[in-house]
């Protein structure tokens, strides 16, 4: 019964700010700004563009509320919007360099490390943005290669590829950061 009493209010709250009303649009921002603003962090390393990238993204999902169709999770159209506005503009600053090339390799699972979730960001902030982008959209986002592919404009090879440099890049950084004990108790 609780569950739908709150589905009822997001869709009453998401109705009100779909008529402009400043008071619900500003809930929704309050509501779901931090998570989002993580979001666009993960794809961008600098703090100050990341935000540029969720406003611009606020205002995409204030403009568009009316293509929400309630097919899926609120949150889950929001996270979208701000994927697709972060990719924008990594491609607006020509940040994104794409290697086609491929081999598998699944050593990367079996680094243990304790590293905290900051010192893992910066290592994922030190990647090639297009490995970190394949990367933070696979690992994070959970999106398949298709996905990747087709939000990217390139091949499934490619983000397979890119998906593979990261982690072995990533795995190299953690093993290198294990061997000087950073991160031990």
Known sequence: ?????????????IARAAKQNREA?????????????????????DLQHAEDVMIKGFLKVFTHLNDFKEEGSFEGWIRKI??????????IQKRIEFQEEFTEDRSFDDVNSNFEVEHIQQLIDELPEGYRVVFVMYAIEGYKHQEIAETLNITVGTSKSQLFKARKMLQESLKTQNSIGYGTP
């Open 82 to 91: 701000m994927v697709r506005e972060s990719i924008s503009f990594l491609r």
């Open 1 to 13: 019964m609780k569950v739908i009493q709150l589905f009822n209010q997001e869709s009453k709250l």
């Open 25 to 45: 649009q500003q809930r929704i921002y309050d509501l779901y700004s931090a998570k989002m603003l993580s979001v666009c962090r993960t794809y961008i390393k």
